[in-house]
């Protein structure tokens, strides 16, 4: 748990020697409690007391890294048990399970579905993060089913091996690209260990209660292994996420490091309903990496979206540059229609005007991310506001007229728009949907 300023002070020498830059060790203790200067600025820091620091400066989850590259996946470094408080910084991985049984032709058109499944979203690309194999053979098979996986996706890795030679041989081929390992349990921690340290990678631990988990951190940590990912085994969804929410608000709330690493779920269920409201559940609430066995289109969609949401400053809506945007060959002749810069409301808008194939412009005006009612009960979305983008914007010199087409919510700003802005102003339709059939009648 980071430390206050005070609490820094106390941990100095208290010489005021200035040698740091700063005039006394209590300024000193002040700058480092931000985090704006690096502990080695004080030459006469106790061994004890640098330790202290040092620990009281960890971050409550411990940041992983899977994957290498444009594939790396990072989970971890959370801050908070609620998105209001700030946000959730690393969003969850969503991953794959293959087995080794199928042939490897199989395998290779599996892995061509995978690799298709990217979507946008509000200008977002959205996509998952990682590739599960699991071992059904023997050693001899998962090898080659990790060599087919490794040679035809980009996305990280996750060996699940059912014995230690199989993971080894396994990792001889793949090690470079930092797989995930799983993993290790109270049977065999000091063995996969000696793996994990020697190919470098992060590993999975298995326990089923946070007791277990805790004692098998503590151990492995003792034997170098700091890279870890918590796993408490199949459960049903409640007692799972009592879990999760446990090991969360242990590690940010009691500071309790043998839980502090990120969450992992395997997701057994054939049911795709079923499996899309149980990953929807720990993306939620805590989940570091799921693995699911469905790759249909619209679960992973869903599941993508729902991460998307989770995962923005809930403090700071998504927006896209206030400017003239030009949809399809727009010419001179084009209409004009006015909406706001949240990124919601644009895609949305701009989504619509490509579906009726008239080539138009959307000005898109500043009303700090919000939408259309939003701002223009918050007075975002004025004429004055309008006006001000006209001119900014260069539309006047675009156009060859001076119609504006606006939103149908805010009709009630029409007159004042017209006669402040000297264009013609039109009412288009309330709802985004009604613009294709509203621009092929104009």
Not at 84 to 102: A, R
Not at 401 to 428: Q, R, T
């Given at each position: 748990m980071a430390l206050s300023g005070l609490d820094i002070y106390k941990l100095l020498p208290k010489t005021n020697c200035r040698e740091c830059g700063?005039?006394?060790?209590?300024?000193?203790?002040?700058?480092?409690?931000?985090?704006?200067?690096?502990?080695?600025?004080?030459?006469?820091?106790?061994?004890?007391?640098?330790?202290?620091?040092?620990?009281?400066?960890?971050p409550p989850i411990r940041l992983i890294s899977i994957g290498e590259g444009e594939g790396k996946l990072e989970a971890g470094n959370e801050?908070?048990?609620?998105?209001?408080?700030?946000?959730?910084?690393?969003?969850?991985?969503?991953?794959?399970?293959?087995?080794?049984?199928?042939?490897?032709?199989?395998?290779?058109?599996?892995?061509?579905?995978i690799n298709k499944l990217k979507f946008e979203r509000i200008g977002q690309a959205l996509s998952a993060n990682l590739v599960a194999v699991r071992q059904n053979g023997d050693a001899k098979r998962f090898c080659e089913a990790v060599k087919v996986i490794r040679d035809n996706t980009g996305l990280a890795l996750v060996l699940m091996a059912k014995d230690t030679a199989a993971l080894k041989e396994s990792l001889k081929v793949c090690a470079q690209r930092k797989p995930l390992l799983y993993r290790a349990g109270p049977d065999n921690p000091e063995e996969i260990a000696k793996i994990a340290l020697e190919f470098k990678c992060p590993l999975v631990i298995l326990a089923q209660d946070l007791e277990g988990l805790s004692a098998l951190t503590t151990q492995l940590n003792s034997l170098g292994v700091a890279d870890l990912v918590l796993d408490t085994g199949r459960k049903p969804i409640k007692d799972k996420l009592w879990d999760f929410t446990q090991a969360r608000r242990q590690a940010l709330k009691k500071a309790n490091r043998s839980l502090g690493y990120p969450l992992f779920s395997v997701i057994e269920n054939d049911d795709p309903y079923e499996e899309a409201i149980e990953a929807a559940t720990y993306i939620c609430k805590y989940g570091g990496i799921v693995l699911i066995k469905g790759r249909s289109a619209p679960e992973v969609f869903s599941l993508l979206t729902l991460r998307q949401n989770i995962y923005t400053d809930p403090q700071k809506p998504l927006q896209i540059e206030p400017k003239l945007y030009s949809v399809g060959q727009a010419d001179a002749k084009s209409p004009v229609m006015v909406t706001t810069n949240f990124s919601l409301t644009y895609y949305t808008v701009l989504g619509e005007v490509e579906a009726s194939k008239v080539p138009a412009y959307i000005l898109s005006v500043d009303t700090e991310g919000m939408s259309v009612l939003t701002a223009w009960a918050a007075e975002k979305f004025t004429p004055d506001k309008i006006l001000a983008a006209i001119n900014k914007s260069g539309v006047k010199d675009t156009v060859?007229?001076?119609?504006?087409?606006?939103?149908?919510?805010?009709?009630?700003?029409?007159?004042?728009?017209?006669?402040?802005?000297?264009?013609?102003?039109?009412?288009?339709?309330?709802?985004a949907a009604g613009l294709p059939s509203f621009l092929k009648n104009l």
């Open positions: 700063f005039p006394t060790c209590l300024a000193f203790a002040m700058q480092l409690a931000k985090k704006a200067i690096a502990i080695d600025k004080c030459p006469y820091l106790s061994k004890e007391s640098r330790d202290s620091l040092e620990a009281s400066s960890l801050t908070v048990l609620f998105r209001h408080e700030e946000k959730f910084h690393h969003p969850c991985g969503l991953g794959f399970i293959l087995e080794d049984s199928p042939s490897d032709s199989e395998l290779k058109e599996a892995l061509a579905g060859k007229h001076n119609n504006l087409i606006i939103p149908g919510y805010v009709a009630v700003m029409s007159g004042d728009l017209e006669e402040s802005s000297g264009w013609k102003v039109l009412v288009g339709p309330k709802e």
